[in-house]
């Protein structure tokens, strides 16, 4: 019966195909060969490889050079069964990282290249593949590329018997599109033992002697948190003398130079705050697909005694080296979309290294600060920059000073670092805020003003403090909005931002006059002796310097009405403004008479402040403010009753050159200050 019904179907196909075919030729007007293998015809039967005795040598000249041969003679294990633990808690999207780690699985095996390896999987589970070879980088676009540019291949694997072949050879990863609540044991043969050093698994000695008696030219050193791919040759060339010592400060640094500092946990009471609980996996490769070395991943490294000494050199993970490894493992841990702006691509990620080194150095006191050499050289030109009180300064601009990775790295070295006196609280917690209130935030950041604002913001809520100084000297922009939110809290005035986190020196000094942070504008001279005439040197503190209106050489307008706009940096509650008049011998020069003040919250909208509201001993002409008198130093108006007002800005305006002015056309001061 069947096969009447067989031979039936096979009938209606054959028509079909004569039908389809005749009214695909009515078609062809070009008569085109049908370009399908067979002309179209069905295969009578596929032949599936299944001989372990027959291996592929077609790419045993490439795999020679990339990633090396195994020997013949080397024993194949046949039926070996390996428990894998794929009960795994994927948290990647949660985190709100650049790169999370994936649920990719070792087994210790290793596939020759060419060779037919065999994989036995248990009845139900469809949810796994294989992937053989560490080395995923696809080097097409490389021009010469020192290998052949895919040599990884990836299976989806079925109940049952699977058959897996690689030209190349590698080792056997297995891959868990979904978790598996309970351990699965998966049989394999026709593969090699890989002579991997597991924490907590293998004894030293006898991986030692594995590495020296194995023809795997690839080992993995593996921990909970971090495993590394490198060549076996290095590790009997450049001895690990104490494997455990090494992957357990590896495993440590992940756990809390990463997790813990980024506020991640293995069991936090918000599921937000998990930690990944699956490895970082660091990859040795003859050619990187960019550069040195890369994140992603796996993060991949040049394949040299370099990297391999990063990876392996204790006293460079103690000693707070190993940038490279912080470097890329970093960039993983980047969250870009909510906190780092832009001119911060390599320079958040660098702050990993500098925590690692600061835990360490409690051990170790040589591992701080963190080990470049670029250092030294950055660091104290970005101070400089700092401590430069023009305005106009531009923290992610061109300036030489700052516009540098490392030199960037200063001013979140010096929050994490410096706590202002009286402050409770550890800065290096600064970090973990960041990554924390990143993980809750609503949406992501839309621009770079949202996340320095979001930095900004944190900070101040963190510690309870108006930050706005620091980041003002730093020309880290921050908008009114924020500035407007922040201003419930005390300003900082501890001029950190010229701390040197390489020395521990300096940022002790408690301002008392915050003039040097304000923002001046308007009309300027730049013709005048001794460098007098810029807006600036109305806040120096002296008597004898000044400010001048442009009259030819300098910004601005060169004819009254003259304006002059201050930003204060942070709203005040101003209860008067002091004036004082350019001094001149035991006189005056170019005296101001009669002012015009507005006060802004905002930056946009101004309002007069009406002579009124003063209490006066000169009267100016309606429609002004305050009335000057032509003498030197300081004189001091008041708002009438002791009353106050809120603002940032403010703005004083000349009208004109005659009449509001002691002998014009020109207009000077020497000094300028609001009254609290």
């Known amino acids: 019966?069947?096969?009447?019904?067989?031979?039936?179907?096979?009938?209606?196909?054959?028509?079909?195909?004569?039908?389809?075919?005749?009214?695909?030729?009515?078609?062809?007007?070009?008569?085109?060969?049908?370009?399908?293998?067979?002309?179209?015809?069905?295969?009578?039967?596929?032949?599936?490889?299944?001989?372990?005795?027959?291996?592929?040598a077609s790419k045993y000249a490439q795999a020679r050079v990339f990633p090396g041969l195994v020997c013949s003679e080397a024993p194949r294990l046949k039926d070996t069964t390996v428990r894998m633990n794929f009960d795994y808690n994927y948290v990647g999207e949660d985190l709100r990282m650049s790169v999370p780690p994936q649920p990719l699985f070792s087994t210790g095996l290793y596939a020759g290249p060419g060779e037919l390896a065999i994989v036995d999987v248990p009845t139900g589970l469809y949810n796994l593949s294989v992937q053989v070879g560490a080395w995923t980088d696809n080097l097409s676009g490389i021009e010469n590329p020192d290998r052949d540019p895919i040599i990884y291949s990836r299976s989806q694997l079925s109940p049952g018997r699977n058959y897996i072949r690689n030209l190349y050879g590698g080792h056997i990863y297995i891959l868990a599109a979904t978790p598996v609540k309970t351990p699965?044991?998966?049989?394999?043969?026709?593969?090699?033992?890989?002579?991997?050093?597991?924490?907590?698994?293998?004894?030293?000695?006898?991986?030692?002697?594995?590495?020296?008696?194995?023809?795997?030219?690839?080992?993995?050193?593996?921990?909970?948190?971090?495993?590394?791919?490198?060549?076996?040759?290095?590790?009997?060339?450049?001895?690990?003398?104490?494997?455990?010592?090494?992957?357990?400060?590896?495993?440590?640094?992940?756990k809390y130079d990463f997790y813990q500092w980024e506020k991640l946990s293995a069991n936090p009471a918000n599921p937000a705050d998990k930690a990944p609980l699956l490895p970082w996996r660091v990859v040795m490769d003859i050619k990187p697909v960019a550069g040195y070395g890369h994140a992603g991943y796996p993060v991949v490294t040049y394949n040299d005694y370099n990297w391999f000494a990063m990876m392996t050199d204790i006293s460079q993970v103690r000693g707070g080296?190993?940038?490279?490894?912080?470097?890329?493992?970093?960039?993983?841990?980047?969250?870009?979309?909510?906190?780092?702006?832009?001119?911060?691509?390599?320079?958040?990620?660098?702050?990993?290294?500098?925590?690692?080194?600061?835990r360490q150095s409690a051990t170790y006191p040589g591992a701080w600060p963190a080990k470049h050499p670029a250092l030294a050289t950055m660091i104290p030109s970005a101070l400089t920059f700092a401590a430069d009180n023009t305005s106009g300064k531009n923290f992610d601009?061109?300036?030489?000073?700052?516009?540098?990775?490392?030199?960037?790295?200063?001013?979140?070295l010096q929050l994490f670092e410096k706590v202002p006196a009286g402050a409770n609280y550890n800065g290096w917690d600064i970090m973990g805020e960041l990554y924390s209130k990143a993980r809750q935030a609503v949406r992501i950041s839309q621009n770079d003003q949202d996340k320095r604002d979001f930095v900004y913001e944190t900070v101040c809520n963190f510690t309870g403090l108006n930050w706005l100084p620091f980041f003002k000297q730093w020309g880290i922009n921050i908008s009114n909005i924020s500035s407007a939110k922040m201003s419930k809290y005390p300003l900082m005035r501890q001029d950190i931002w010229n701390y040197n986190p390489l020395t521990g020196q300096g940022g002790n000094t408690i301002l008392t006059d915050l003039r040097s942070l304000w923002t001046l504008t308007g009309s300027y001279s730049t013709q005048e002796a001794n460098s007098n005439g810029p807006l600036p040197k109305m806040l120096d503190g002296n008597f004898t310097t000044y400010w001048h209106t442009n009259y030819g050489t300098g910004g601005g307008v060169t004819a009254a009405p003259y304006q002059i706009d201050v930003d204060m940096l942070t709203p005040v509650d101003v209860k008067g403004f002091a004036f004082a008049q350019r001094e001149?011998?035991?006189?005056?020069?170019?005296?101001?008479?009669?002012?015009?003040?507005?006060?802004?919250?905002?930056?946009?909208?101004?309002?007069?402040?009406?002579?009124?509201?003063?209490?006066?001993?000169?009267?100016?002409?309606?429609?002004?403010?305050?009335?000057?008198?032509?003498?030197?130093?300081?004189?001091?108006?008041?708002?009438?009753?002791?009353?106050?007002i809120k603002m940032r800005y403010f703005r004083f305006i000349i009208p004109s050159g005659t009449t509001d002015l002691y002998n014009g056309p020109n207009a000077a001061l020497s000094e300028l200050n609001v009254l609290y």
Request: hydrophobic residues 40%; glycine residues 6%.
């Open 321 to 358: 080296g190993c940038w490279g490894i912080y470097h890329e493992l970093g960039h993983n841990n980047q969250q870009g979309k909510y906190w780092s702006w832009s001119s911060l691509g390599e320079t958040s990620n660098n702050l990993f290294v500098f925590k690692a080194a600061k």
């Open 397 to 412: 601009g061109t300036d030489s000073r700052i516009n540098d990775p490392f030199a960037r790295l200063t001013p979140f």
């Open 584 to 644: 001149n011998g035991t006189g005056t020069s170019r005296a101001i008479k009669n002012m015009q003040l507005y006060y802004s919250t905002d930056g946009v909208t101004y309002n007069l402040i009406d002579k009124s509201q003063f209490t006066l001993t000169l009267q100016p002409p309606t429609g002004y403010s305050v009335q000057l008198a032509n003498v030197q130093k300081f004189q001091n108006f008041y708002l009438s009753g002791g009353a106050s």
């Open 184 to 254: 699965v044991d998966l049989v394999f043969s026709n593969v090699l033992r890989s002579p991997d050093f597991i924490l907590g698994e293998t004894d030293p000695i006898v991986w030692k002697a594995a590495i020296q008696s194995s023809c795997v030219p690839w080992l993995e050193l593996r921990s909970e948190n971090a495993i590394f791919t490198v060549p076996r040759e290095y590790c009997i060339s450049k001895p690990i003398a104490d494997p455990v010592a090494l992957m357990t400060e590896w495993d440590n640094s992940i």
């Open 1 to 56: 019966m069947n096969s009447i019904v067989l031979a039936k179907r096979f009938t209606i196909v054959a028509l079909s195909l004569v039908v389809l075919g005749t009214a695909c030729a009515k078609r062809d007007l070009y008569q085109a060969k049908d370009g399908t293998p067979g002309d179209s015809k069905l295969p009578a039967s596929v032949t599936i490889d299944t001989s372990i005795k027959t291996v592929d």
